[in-house]
C-alpha cells in the first residue's frame, strides 16, 4: 500500500501515433456509424417506401472534449497492459459507452458498478479523470497515493475553474449556473475553496430569484442556508459573501437560461449598490462551451423547419442533452430517449421527463400520415445509438437501412 509520501509518478505520453492509430480503429469500430455519416451528409433523407422523412441536426453526437477522453480511455489500456485500471465515475453520461468501458476493464471507484475505494489504491493503479474533471481534494488525495493520472479533462471545464479561482483570488463570491450534484459543478465548485474563496450553486431562475431579493433586501440568514444546503460552501454567510459576486456556468447549460441569470443578479447589485458600483461588486463570464453552443444552435435552426416530432438521444443525466430536450418541448412532440430500446413500437415509446425525473410512456406517439422525424443526440451519445434509432424508425415505416442508404 502506498504512503502519503508517495513519489510523484512520472508524466506518460498517451497520444503515440502508434497507439493512437489502434485506439482511432477501435473506437471506429464501437461507435462510428456509416448510417450517420450519410444522413449528417445529406441533412435530410426521405424513404418513399415508409412515407418518412428523418432529419438530423447539423451538430450532434460527441464532442470534442467526449471524443478526447475516450481516446485516452482506450489509450491508456494500451500503454498499460499490465496494470490496474480505475475511473473516477462515470466516463460520460452514457450508459452504453460506460458498460463498455467497464467491459474493456476499466473498474469504477463510485456508482453502482463501484469495484475498490480510492483508499484502496497504490501507486500501482493509473486512474483516469473523466472529461468532467474531479474535485481538488479527490485529486489530492490520488496524488498523496502516487497514483498514474490519466487526466482528461475538457480545456472548457478547466476555463471555468481558471474564472473561479480568479474570483475566488479577488474575494468574489462564485455564483455557479449549474446542477450542484453534477460532477463538473462539485469540480468548479472545489476550485472556489482551494482559493479560499466562496461559492453558492442556483440551478433555476427560482433560486436565482431568491439570491437577488437576498442582495436587495437581506433576509433571514437561516432559512437561506437551509434552502440552499448541499449547494454552498462551508462558512457561506449570506450577509457577507453576496456583496460581491461573479456568475460563472457549468458548461453545459441553456445560453438563454444562464443570461437570464446572470441579469438578474447583475439588476439585483445594480439597485443594492447603484448602478456606478456594479463592477466593484459584480463579474460575469459566459463559461458555455464551444460545443454544446453549437449543438443548441443547430437544433434552434432546424426547429424553425416543420417537422411532426423530435427525438432527442442521449443518457438521462446527460445536461447537454437534457436542454436539448428541453429546446424541442417548447415546439412540437419531443421525446427524450436514452437509445432504440425505449420505442416499442407504432403502439408506444418510454422517454424520459426530465422535470419529473421520471420515464414515462406516450401512446400513438408515430403518426401514421407521411411523417417527418428531427433526430439531435447529446454530446455523450455515440453514432451507433443514433444508428439504431434510425433502424428502429425505418423498421417501424417498413423500410430499413438498405433503403434509407438508397434515397
Ligand atoms: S460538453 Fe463541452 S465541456 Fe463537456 S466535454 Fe464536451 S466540449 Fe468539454
Known sequence: MATDTASKPKRVNLRRPDIMEQVKAQVMTH???????????KGKVTCPIGKITIKLAKEFGFCYGVERCIDLAYAALKVFPDKKLYILGEIIHNPEVNDQIRDMGIGFLSGPNKVADIDDLTQDD??????????????????????QFVDTTCGDVMSVWKRVRTYAKENVTSIIHGKASHEETMATSSQAIAKNGHYLVVNTFEETDIVCNYIINGGDKTSFLRRFEGSHSE????????KAVGVANQTTMMRGETEEVQRRIRAAIEERYGTVNVDAHFRFFDTICGATQDRQDALAKMLKKPMDLLLVIGG??????????????SILPTYFIKNAGEINGLESIRHWNQHSSKAE?????????????GLTAGASCPNNLIEDVICRLLELR??????????
Open 31 to 41: 461507435y462510428r456509424s456509416d448510417l450517420v455519416d450519410r444522413l449528417r451528409t
Open 126 to 147: 493509473v486512474v483516469i479523470i473523466p472529461a468532467f474533471g474531479t474535485e481538488v481534494s479527490i485529486r489530492e488525495k490520488l496524488e498523496s497515493k502516487g497514483c
Open 235 to 242: 462558512g457561506f454567510n449570506p450577509d457577507i459573501h453576496l
Open 316 to 329: 438521462y443525466n446527460s445536461s447537454n442533452t437534457s436542454h436539448l430536450a428541453e429546446m424541442g418541448e
Open 361 to 373: 410512456e406516450t401512446k400513438k406517439w408515430l403518426p401514421e400520415k407521411s411523417v417527418t422525424v
Open 398 to 407: 417498413g423500410s430499413s437501412a438498405e433503403e434509407f442508404l438508397r434515397s
